[in-house]
């Protein structure tokens, strides 16, 4: 009886072996959701994509699915280059700490030591829609470089911003918002936004802004080199990070992915409207938004994510420390978001609600995504990285490969 029962224990532990990967995945359940993305394509719910899995360090899943250009019939692959738009934020903010960590200012410093453009914030009170003049009040404290960081600085977003009259005062006074072809730098734009009144009083409430955008610029004053440069050196090159840039060559310009948008039954190249699509690769190149205007690939961004999870070292280079990785981790803005999600110095990071929800990973997961339909997501206690990068903007077709992908990703592990 004992002989025959450690049998039975040894053909179930091979079974259980040939079920899996060394890594822990559950190969079969990789099918399903390889199958669910091509599902999407089939349906016409997204013109194309790359998804990227990995776990402990090793790559899981890495494929290309339908086209890159729909006009064209050019088929996507995996090294096609994405505009990633916010996701540059995670981009900058790891910059803004890579300075911290010299000592070179505290997070809780005036952003105005460093822009005097910014003292004395003011904060919108009344405005009229006829000729969009306004009147403020004094803001009850000054703007920090904390508050850029975690959106609590009372800015807006100009052309995405959900106040209209917000929408109305950044247009009029010239300021750049996410991505242009036009000839201006950050420091222009960011000199303009100084000048503009507030949502609310700093540190009270979440909004959404160009925060990040001034703080691109605060690295170009801090650090003494252009933006681009900085992140070049500092982040891209020791990463490895070949693809990832604010404007791109000829050569990485033929791998960059067309915006498209579903009308009138099929996907079709997204319109000029405020800003042109094709701006990574046309004009005049030196606008360096540290809020939305890099060009990445999966593969790059998963090289930052592995460095996040790799406590701030990736392949013998490091970032940051890990000290400081604990502390862009930790909730930056109290109960100003509750629920699944608190805000770090970085990223949206899971909570134990989040985890009751289900589908998003364990607790201190972390994520975000970008206005052209790309996300990601990293599980520091599982030590799995998913992303999936799409190029789509405007009218969708009921696209829902966003959260299917992720709730995939989780059921993957043994």
């Known amino acids: 009886m004992k002989k025959l029962y450690t049998l039975l ?17 559950i190969q079969s359940r990789v099918q399903k959701l390889d199958a669910m993305l091509d599902d999407a394509i089939a349906n016409q719910k997204v013109p194309g994509l790359v998804a990227m899995v990995l776990k402990d360090g090793e790559l899981v899943y890495h494929e290309a699915k339908g086209y890159a250009d729909v006009a064209s019939k050019t088929m996507m692959e995996k090294d096609h280059i994405f505009r990633i738009a916010s996701q540059t934020k995670a981009i900058t903010a790891t910059a803004v700490m890579i300075l911290w960590e010299e000592g070179k200012f505290r997070l809780d410093d005036p952003i105005s030591n460093y822009i005097p453009e910014f003292k ?7 405005f009229r829609y006829s000729d969009t003049t306004f009147s403020t009040r004094p803001a009850d404290k000054e ?36 991505f242009t072809t036009e000839n201006i730098s950050i420091e222009e734009s960011v000199k303009r936004l ?49 693809d990832t840039r604010f404007y791109l060559n000829d050569a990485q ?32 190149k030196r606008f360096f938004s540290g809020g939305a205007g890099l060009s990445s690939t999966t ?3 998963a090289k930052f994510l592995q460095m996040y999870l790799n406590q701030g070292e990736l392949n013998g280079n490091r970032i940051l420390s890990s000290k400081t990785i604990q502390t862009i981790m930790k909730n930056q803005v109290g109960d100003l978001w509750s629920g699944d999600k608190y805000y770090g110095l970085a990223f949206g990071v899971v909570t134990e609600d989040g985890v009751a929800r289900g589908g998003l990973g364990s607790e201190g997961t972390f994520d975000w995504g970008g206005y052209f339909n790309t996300q990601y997501f990293a599980d520091p206690e599982e030590q799995i990285i998913g992303l999936i990068f799409k190029q789509t903007s405007g009218a969708g077709n009921g696209d829902d490969t966003n959260w299917k992908f992720r709730q995939l990703v989780f059921t993957l592990i043994e």
Not at 155 to 165: A, C, K, P, Q, T
Not at 253 to 281: A, I, M, N, S
């Open 194 to 242: 100084a000048k503009l009144p507030l949502h609310h009083d700093p540190g009270t409430k979440y909004t959404y802004s160009e925060g990040l955008d001034v703080l691109g610029y605060f690295v170009e004053i801090i650090s003494g080199q252009p933006f681009d440069v900085f992140l070049k050196e500092r982040i891209f090159d020791p990463l490895g990070m070949d």
């Open 9 to 25: 224990l040894a053909v179930l532990f091979s079974l259980s072996a040939f079920s899996q990967s060394p890594n822990g995945i």
């Open 143 to 178: 703007i920090t470089i904390r508050h850029l960081l975690t959106h609590t600085s009372g800015l807006g977003y100009g052309v995405i911003d959900g106040d209209e009259r917000m929408k109305m005062i950044y247009h009029k006074a010239g300021v750049t918002d996410l």
């Open 299 to 301: 593969a790059d961004y």
């Open 253 to 284: 310009g033929e791998r960059l992915v067309t915006v498209h948008t579903y009308q009138d039954g099929k996907w079709q190249p997204f319109p000029v409207t405020f800003y042109d699509p094709d701006y990574p690769r046309k004009g005049a």
């Open 120 to 126: 004395s914030p003011q904060v919108l009170e009344g």
